[in-house]
């Protein structure tokens, strides 16, 4: 039979397992609990917690609400929600992830520092993705998103740059901005930049091409609307081309599985260990079939 292994970097970070544990400790007590947006951003774990009662509002919704509980999860929040929690007796239950929550404090502290009036705080990441509405709302709504180094348009070169990342970005991706960027930045102007990667992501590209590399299948587990999923399946991709991506067992192909000796299982930082057991026990039954 193939040799099947899971992955045991794989799965959730500490800021989604800090979230989830706070979302079941409120549940045991209350029948309720609204969370603003998903949870993280696995389909399978979000109805997991909405079987046990954990309620997922939007932005607008949560405008609405009053006198209740409201989880933020890991990916933090802009000042804003803050305000409105406390104008309508809204308890937080704050679940932003420690390193997300220093990176808010440093943005913050910059956009009010009076040093120049001119700077620009840039920061690297993804358009409209949930943490980076967070960084943006610390500057209220000035600092400047640019995804790639394409999006250097943007910027005024001639102009102070400080720039930040969102936590889950690319390292490699990073370091060629900061070289472009001080490259191309004039002479009159500044630019100081701030490694804010977390690197227990970051460290999952290395461990995923070594994983991907030792397998000659790779099963790839992850909600479709992951960021961190997209990135590190690509690096899986370039690794081993026969790497799948699937968000469940039943989208396993077991024509894949007749001939393959080593089968590996990894998955994204949103993805939980219980899901990636269920893809492994899947193959094994469908295996132990043939």
Same mark, same amino acid.
């Given at each position: 039979m193939a040799k099947i292994e899971i992955d045991t970097k794989s799965g959730f970070c500490f800021g989604v397992v800090t979230a989830i544990k706070?979302?079941?400790?409120?549940?045991a007590k209350d029948k309720t609990l609204y969370c603003l947006g998903d949870i993280v951003h696995n389909n399978k774990e979000v109805d997991r917690l909405r079987k046990m009662g954990l309620i997922t509002i939007n932005h607008k919704e949560f405008k609405k609400l009053k006198n209740t509980k409201v989880l933020l999860r890991a990916h933090g929040e802009p000042p804003e929600i803050y305000a409105i929690a406390k104008k309508n007796n809204?308890? !937080? !239950?704050?679940?932003?992830?420690?390193?997300v929550l220093l990176l808010q404090k440093?943005? *913050?502290?910059?956009?009010?520092?009076? *040093?120049?009036?001119?700077k620009q705080i840039v920061i690297f990441g993804k358009t409209g993705h949930a943490e980076v509405l967070g960084l943006v709302g610390q500057t209220g709504g000035e600092a400047i998103v640019i995804e790639n180094i394409e999006e250097t348009k943007?910027?005024? @070169? $001639?102009?102070?740059?400080y720039l930040y990342s969102q936590t889950t970005k690319s390292l490699e991706?990073?370091?060629k901005l900061v070289a472009y960027i001080q490259q191309n930045i004039k002479p009159n102007a500044s630019f100081k930049y701030h490694d804010t990667i977390c690197r227990q992501?970051? *460290?999952?590209?290395? *461990?995923?091409r070594k994983f991907a590399a030792s397998h000659?299948?790779?099963? @790839?587990? $992850?909600?479709?609307k $992951? $960021?961190?999923?997209? !990135?590190?399946f690509t690096e899986c991709k370039k690794t081993n081309r026969n790497s799948h991506f699937i968000d469940s067992a039943e989208s396993i192909d077991n024509e894949l599985l007749k001939s393959a000796k080593s089968i590996g299982i990894c998955g994204a930082t949103s993805t939980p260990k219980w899901l990636m057991e269920e893809v492994y026990n899947t193959i094994k039954r469908n295996i132990e079939k043939q």
């Open positions: 706070k979302a079941e400790e409120v549940l809204i308890e !937080i !239950i704050d679940a932003t992830c420690p390193v440093k943005i *913050n502290k910059e956009h009010k520092a009076e *040093n120049d009036k001119n943007k910027l005024d @070169f $001639s102009k102070d740059i991706e990073f370091k992501v970051a *460290n999952r590209i290395p *461990n995923i000659d299948l790779v099963f @790839f587990v $992850s909600g479709k $992951s $960021s961190n999923g997209k !990135i590190l």
